[in-house]
């Protein structure tokens, strides 16, 4: 596996990348993960780091001009890995891991798969390192379609996914394979009794007799940060006995600042980085779940996550939260605060029906979003590759 990013941290794409490696042991294949050198090692995980950059000691989110380098390094890493292990397939995350990956295939004569999590251009327009009307904007859209021609297979998280690369790439259904970001059901899975809460809930200093609106993953403006905080304005300063906690990292600070210009701070428990060892506990105490996630191409990983604690979830109506959450996903209208603020409210107003809201939620995370099945899958898709290189 290729992972152009500081692997492993405790968000979204990392999670999909640990559980599909850890699927894939359990299920007997070997797994060698090539990486930056910045990120934690994970017990019982192969991994191969670049070289350290002494200046580079962060970990990278997003996008960055340090990357350039730091993906230079992992070509070396993957090539000298690839020569000595002998690797069977070549499994790309992201689109410089399948740019790395290419040259690598065509080494070893072996399949190389690209696991898409969301446009390259429309990510880094996301994330302000790219405009529109910006002279490489072109250039990295032309990059964007020649990678995304080079893997024997494309696997995609979401049909969105699969939609986009098809219309705006001209990429074959024939090439790409539904693999959804899903869930371990056994490790997330809601504690059963108000006990068990209220002391998740003296142990982590949130008031005893308030709900609780809990979110897990990175802060930042494409992830809908700042309309979250919007959002809880327009909702802690209309009710009492009422908290939130806010689980994720970069710009704690910048939001914690935000939350006193809103006046909102008291109401508001910020964790910073939660191991994904522990996010269990956090999640358990919540009433409701919110993602304000606003872009339009990447995955939705914490939803699943979210179904599996059985907690009722409001997100920006988009196609991917669709997918997941169907009849039982509680929506607002995208970018709307107040829209947001409003769906809060109604899972905090309706107790008995937002349960039966969670419930449902958990048994289609348990049918429809096991990393069992997500397993099986990936390794048809292998066997495909593999047949028809050969």
Known sequence: MLAPTSFFADYGCHVRILEEAVELRR??????????????????????????????????????????????????????????????????????????????????????????????????????????DSPFYPFMLHLERRINRLPGAIIVSSRHAHDLLSTAFGVGNGKMYLVPDCVNADTFAPYGTEAEKLRVKRR??????????????????????SLLMRALAHLLTTRSKVHAVIMGYPWVEHYQAMAEELGIAKEITFTGQIPYSEARQFLAVGDVAVS??????????????????????????????????????????????????????????????????GSNLRERAINRFSWEAAGRKIVQIYDTCCRDLN
């Open 292 to 357: 304000a996630k606003i872009s339009a191409t990447e995955g939705q990983g914490k939803l699943p996550t979210y179904m599996a604690m059985a907690i009722p979830t409001v997100t920006f109506d988009t196609p991917v939260a669709r997918e997941y959450l169907d009849k039982d996903g509680i929506f607002a209208t995208l970018g709307d605060p107040l829209s947001l603020a409003e769906g809060i409210a109604f899972a905090l107003d309706n107790p008995e029906q937002a349960a039966r809201i």
């Open 204 to 225: 982590f200093g949130i008031p005893e007799d308030h709900k609780v609106i809990v979110y897990l993953g990175l802060l930042a403006e494409h992830q809908g940060t």
């Open 27 to 132: 299920m007997g294949h070997e797994v060698k993960i090539c990486t930056y050198h910045t990120g934690r090692d994970v017990a019982g995980m192969s991994i191969a780091r670049t070289t350290k950059i002494p200046w580079r000691k962060g970990q990278e989110v997003g996008s960055s001009h340090y990357k350039i380098a730091l993906d230079m390094l992992l070509s070396y890493t993957s090539l000298s890995v690839a020569w000595r292990w002998k690797p069977d397939v070549i499994h790309a995350h992201l689109h410089e891991g399948a740019l790395i990956g290419y040259p690598v295939s065509l080494l070893r004569r072996v399949p190389l798969i690209f696991d898409f999590q969301g446009s390259l251009t429309s990510e880094m327009v996301d994330h302000g390192f790219l405009r529109v």
